[in-house]
């Protein structure tokens, strides 16, 4: 069976690199997608979620915010704002991130909060806690 490469890069550079990965599933504003060796070269935006690589026939599971993939037939590039494996979520602190999110949320009917931005954190926040749930 041949394999594709995966590589995640942040702002701050590559935080995952891996050369032989039997499938991998992301998240795009259009659906899930699975991309193996030999894919048709694609471009697509992510939305917040997770990315599934199979590797040697084990999963690992990175929690990633918005941004962009590139599909060539023999790699894939990720480009997202940041990039968490499962096994390195912080969930109490994630779960105060989401429960910050939720108090603004209920406050923005009263006061002058930017609802965008406390939406996006908390669907990062709920994003961690259910990748993290593959540790």
């Given at each position: ?14 935080v ?46 990175m ?12 790699k ?60």
């Amino acid at each position: 069976m041949s394999t594709i490469a995966l590589d995640v890069v942040t702002p701050n550079g590559s935080v995952f690199s891996e050369e032989d990965c039997d499938i991998i599933i992301l998240q795009t504003k259009q659906g899930e997608l699975g991309v193996m060796a030999g894919h048709v070269p694609t471009v697509a935006a992510l939305k917040i979620g997770s990315l599934r690589a199979k590797i040697g026939g084990q999963y690992e599971y990175m929690a990633v915010t918005e941004g962009f993939v590139e599909i060539r037939s023999e790699k894939v590039t990720v480009l997202v704002q940041a990039g968490e494996f499962a096994q390195d979520i912080d969930t109490d602190r994630a779960i105060a991130a989401r429960d910050r999110a939720e108090a603004l949320l209920q406050q923005s009917q009263d006061e002058k909060v930017d609802r965008y931005r406390a939406e996006l954190a908390l669907n990062r926040a709920i994003n961690r806690l259910d990748v993290s749930k593959h540790k």
